[in-house]
């Protein structure tokens, strides 16, 4: 049974990347935008914010902008999903001996590999603009699974705006919030700065826990507490929103 899952969702999957490789303007377009921010903060506004730190400041806010990409990208999962029901695809798949959970899980792993490759791209740039890191091979791989399971669990989140949304602008419209959720957190500026009820938020919600940890990461200094509230964020996340998808999916395919 596990193999015969395994199968289905290789197979789906390297359907779904086709799409996207016909298509590259997807993940270019999901690029840009993080690009034209980190240009516009490095460039003209970065000069005029302070840190607190000796830094340089395209490093003290690479950390945000890679999850800003990664929440630009999560619509395009949730826009395929919808098209893909509205299509009757769905259905189809249905009277085929196809695994339930594969049809899902094809959208979730290639929005997992279209967005590692947006986020390579984001970084490349970065990286001409000047960020620097002494983070060692472990730190990058603590960062790379930070930003996988931080897709995963954004992409479950997709995965239930695409099933339950009406039209196709409100299945990936949920994503915007999400955009905009990295600028009310110590991604761009510290927490301290900010007035006194925005700073409880910022320094309570899950962005600030996960951008302070991969920072740390890329500094090569210790993460302390953040990395496991990170972690406890992502998880929980992923797990509900999991569960969610998969009733939502079950209740519309019966």
Not at 18 to 37: G, Q
Not at 43 to 61: K, R
Not at 160 to 186: C, M, Q, R, W
């Amino acid at each position: 049974m596990t193999t015969h899952v395994l199968s289905d969702t290789r197979v789906l999957t390297g359907r779904s990347l086709t799409h996207i490789m016909r298509s590259p303007d997807t993940i270019i377009t999901t690029a840009v935008t993080p690009i034209a921010l980190m240009l516009l903060f490095v460039y003209v506004l970065g000069g005029a914010i302070s840190t607190g730190s000796d830094e340089s400041y395209i490093n003290y806010m690479l950390p945000g902008i890679l999850l800003i990409t990664i929440a630009s990208g999560i619509a395009y999962t949730a826009y395929r999903l919808f098209l893909d029901m509205q299509g009757g695809i769905f259905e189809r798949f249905q009277s085929m001996p196809i695994a339930r959970s594969s049809v899902l899980w094809a959208h979730v792993l290639t929005s997992v590999v279209a967005n590692l490759v947006s986020i390579a791209i984001v970084i490349g740039v970065a990286l001409i603009m000047g960020f620097r890191t002494g983070a060692s091979i472990g730190a990058w791989l603590a960062v790379a699974g930070i930003l996988i399971l931080f897709t995963l669990a954004l992409t479950w989140l997709a995965v239930i705006a695409g099933l339950s949304a009406k039209t196709v602008d409100g299945a990936s419209a949920f994503s915007y919030p999400l955009i905009f959720l990295p600028f009310i957190s110590s991604a761009f500026v510290p927490t301290e700065s900010m007035p006194a009820p925005v700073a409880w938020f910022a320094e309570n919600q899950p962005v600030t826990s996960i951008v302070n940890s991969m920072r740390a990461l890329f500094a090569g200094q210790p993460v302390g507490s953040d990395i496991w509230i990170a972690l406890a964020w992502l998880v929980g996340i992923l797990v509900i929103a999991y569960a969610f998808a998969i009733s939502i999916y079950r209740r519309k395919m019966s």
